[in-house]
Nanobody, 115 residues
Framework: QVQLVESGGGLVQPGGSLRLSCAASGNRFGLTIMGWYRQAPGKQRERVAFITSDGRTNYADSVKGRFTISRENAKNTVYLQMNSLKPEDTAVYYC?????????WGQGTQVTVSL
């Protein structure tokens, strides 16, 4: 089974930046559309961005222009650069496949945007 390990979260002030990383196991990473998802307390998990195997990207309206997703297939890693962070970006962030996520999610990485 594919294992996903997210990292890079933390506490940041509004307007700040963070870069998340997700390392995936397996030998099909380069062929897989990968996405970043987030889940805020009391809310459903939502997808915020995805990137195709050849680098095309798509973003949720709420993060468009502020977040950038990228990938390094040689390292089985996908990144999420988050700029101009807002309190409403506070959530646990996960990576997973798109459109059908792998059945086992990683532990996620907590992002908290607060003064």
């Amino acid at each position: 089974q594919v294992q996903l390990v997210e990292s890079g979260g933390g506490l940041v002030q509004p307007g700040g930046s963070l870069r998340l990383s997700c390392a995936a196991s397996g030998n099909r990473f380069g062929l897989t559309i990968m996405g970043w998802y987030r889940q805020a307390p009391g809310k459903q998990r939502e997808r915020v961005a995805f990137i195709t195997s050849d680098g095309r990207t798509n973003y949720a309206d709420s993060v468009k222009g502020r977040f950038t997703i990228s990938r390094e297939n040689a390292k089985n890693t996908v990144y999420l650069q988050m700029n101009s962070l807002k309190p409403e970006d506070t959530a646990v962030y996960y990576c997973n496949a798109v459109p059908v996520p792998y059945p086992y999610w990683g532990q996620g990485t907590q992002v908290t945007v607060s003064l």
